[in-house]
């Protein structure tokens, strides 16, 4: 499969031979009109020598100009139509990059520093590990103000911007490779400090990278308990709740049935009298 820097490499040797190419001929037909029509040279009696003062015919009525023009016009539509179809591709490779192939890395640029979270949980700090050979996906954000997340050496280029993602891929190469990891976006003091590290390394040693970074399960045992007991303490406290609202309620009703007896004896006294 095509990587990106194979796409940007083939834009940039297609534009430098085009445009060496037309430099060439411009120049050669400008300096062989410079010399056809020099002063002090023969001239032919011909209509289409340029006279001081009159705008150009451009040859044969026109025909030569209009050539230009046309063969102009077709070369840059070629180009801007071709150079947008590779562009697409680098958005979106479509079905060239397999899922099941791909790792996805979400990134965050925040405090001048580049904070990276795998597939597992796993997180790290202004080092990014990927295994070689392998498509990366990458979800860029912001935490604080606007960066730019970018790899020169792999024609990658993405928005780190708060509250918005931009998803981006590139391609590995051998494992052992190093690349810098830059901020394009002028960010604040320590932006020019805002770099790190990309390092390509063998699947197997990905794999282990992956297991001694993953967030510890012991950890995340004891936060559940943490919670579980929290749970706990709550239904105690509406159990115990209950019965504080069950003594009082029987308490009320004590007293009430005292306030009924005491009525029973004032009308049995009444009765009596």
Same mark, same amino acid.
């Given at each position: 499969m095509q990587t990106r820097v194979d796409v940007f490499e083939?834009?940039?040797?297609?534009?430098?031979?085009?445009?060496?190419?037309?430099?060439?001929?411009?120049?050669?037909?400008?300096?062989?009109?410079?010399?056809?029509?020099? =002063?002090g040279a023969a001239k032919a009696s011909d209509e289409d020598t340029p006279v001081l003062g009159e705008l150009p015919t451009g040859g044969e009525g026109g025909k030569k100009l209009f050539l230009s023009f046309g063969l102009s016009a077709i070369v840059v539509i070629s180009l801007v139509i071709w150079t947008y179809g590779m562009l697409l591709y680098v958005e979106d490779p479509g079905d060239d990059i397999p899922e099941d192939d791909a790792i996805e890395i979400d990134v965050e640029g925040d405090g001048f520093a580049w904070h990276f979270e795998y597939e597992n949980g796993a997180e790290t700090t202004n080092t990014m590990t990927v295994p070689e050979d392998t498509p990366?996906?990458?979800n860029v954000t912001g935490g604080d103000v606007?960066?730019?997340f970018g790899i020169s050496d792999l024609r990658v280029k993405a928005d780190a911007i708060p509250g918005e993602t931009d998803e981006t891929w590139f391609m590995t190469e051998e494992a052992g490779e190093t690349h810098t990891i830059e901020c394009f976006e002028l960010c604040g003091d320590g932006h020019s400090a805002m770099d790190g590290t990309l390092d390509v390394v063998e699947e197997e040693e990905f794999e282990e990278f992956l297991e001694d970074e993953?967030? =510890?399960d012991d950890?995340?045992?004891?936060?559940?308990?943490?919670?579980?007991?929290?749970?706990?303490d709550e239904a105690d406290d509406e159990e115990n709740g209950d019965d504080d609202e069950a003594d009082e309620n029987g308490d009320d009703e004590e007293d009430e049935e005292e306030e009924t007896d005491d009525e029973d004896d004032e009308e049995d006294d009444g009765g009596d009298d």
């Open positions: 083939q834009i940039f040797l297609v534009f430098l031979g085009l445009g060496t190419l037309i430099g060439v001929v411009v120049v050669a037909y400008t300096l062989y009109n410079a010399y056809k029509y020099r =002063d990366v996906w990458i606007w960066h730019t993953a967030p =510890d950890e995340n045992g004891d936060d559940e308990e943490a919670e579980d007991e929290n749970g706990d």
